[in-house]
């Protein structure tokens, strides 16, 4: 990473990967998880993204509890980089999502 290559090695969590493929796979689990709801039944949509959300976000703050307590790091840096990958991959999932219904209205 390009902090740890400049000496700022103190503005990146020690297990910053850890988080990074946690919110990742989560994140992946949960456009699966739409889409096939999507599939089976179209009317349910919204309401089966509206609970993948919630599920997301309960299950993010339930691994930041535990990471917080198992290990010793600085909470505010964590805060940061923890906040920084979950607004960049729920910024990824609202910008797929309007893709998806722009293309529905132009039909």
């Known amino acids: 990473m390009w902090l740890t290559q400049n000496g700022h090695t103190d503005l990146i969590t020690p297990h910053f990967w850890l988080i990074y493929f946690f919110l990742s796979g989560l994140t992946l689990a949960v456009i699966i998880g739409v889409t096939l709801a999507q599939q089976i039944n179209a009317e349910k949509g919204a309401q089966a993204f509206l609970a993948a959300t919630v599920f997301k976000i309960l299950s993010c703050l339930v691994f930041a509890l535990v990471f917080l307590l ?5 909470k505010y840096v964590f805060v940061a980089d923890f906040f920084y990958l979950y607004f960049l991959n729920t910024a990824f999932e609202v910008y797929i999502l309007l893709r998806n219904l722009r293309n529905q209205n132009l039909r």
């Open 70 to 74: 198992k290990n010793k790091v600085n």
